[in-house]
C-alpha cells in the first residue's frame, strides 16, 4: 500500500521560506512521478508543481512560478517543495501526490495517491 506523508508546513510571515517534504513508502518510489497541490478554503484545489522520476523534468503553477521549487531524492524516497518569497495567497493545505507513470502533469485526476496534507500559513 503506497502511503505518503508531508511535514514542513506551519506559520511564516510574508516574505519568508518553508520547505516541505514528502515521504513515500509502498513501492519503488524512482519509478514514479509527483506532484504538489494546494487547497486554499472555500477553493478548488490547485497544482502547484510536478517532477518526474527521475527529477530532471520539472513544471510549475503560473502562481508559483519562480519562488517554489520541487526537487526529490530517490535514495531516501521523499520529494520537496522549497517555497520562498511567500506570500499570503500562498496561505493552503499543500498535499503531495504519486503518480503511476513516469512523467509529471498538471492534472489532479492523473495521480494515483495522496498524502494527508500539512497547512502552510503566510501572515501580512
Known amino acids: 500500500q503506497v502511503q505518503l506523508v508531508e511535514s514542513g508546513g506551519g506559520l511564516v510571515q510574508a516574505g519568508g521560506s518553508l520547505r516541505l517534504s514528502c515521504a513515500a513508502s509502498?513501492?519503488?518510489?524512482?519509478?514514479?512521478?509527483m506532484g504538489w497541490f494546494r487547497q486554499a478554503p472555500g477553493k478548488e484545489r490547485e497544482f502547484v508543481a510536478a517532477?518526474?522520476?527521475?527529477?530532471?523534468?520539472?513544471f510549475y503553477g503560473d502562481s508559483v512560478k519562480g519562488r517554489f521549487t520541487i526537487s526529490r531524492d530517490n535514495a531516501k524516497n521523499t520529494v520537496y517543495l522549497q517555497m520562498n518569497s511567500l506570500k499570503p495567497e500562498d496561505t493552503a493545505v499543500y498535499y503531495c501526490?504519486?503518480?503511476?507513470?513516469?512523467?509529471?502533469?498538471?492534472?489532479?485526476?492523473?495521480?494515483?495517491?495522496w498524502g494527508q496534507g500539512t497547512q502552510v500559513t503566510v501572515s501580512s
Open positions: 517532477i518526474n522520476w527521475s527529477g530532471g523534468i520539472t
Open positions: 501526490a504519486s503518480r503511476t507513470n513516469v512523467g509529471g502533469s498538471y492534472a489532479e485526476n492523473d495521480y494515483d495517491y
Open positions: 509502498g513501492r519503488p518510489f524512482s519509478s514514479y512521478a
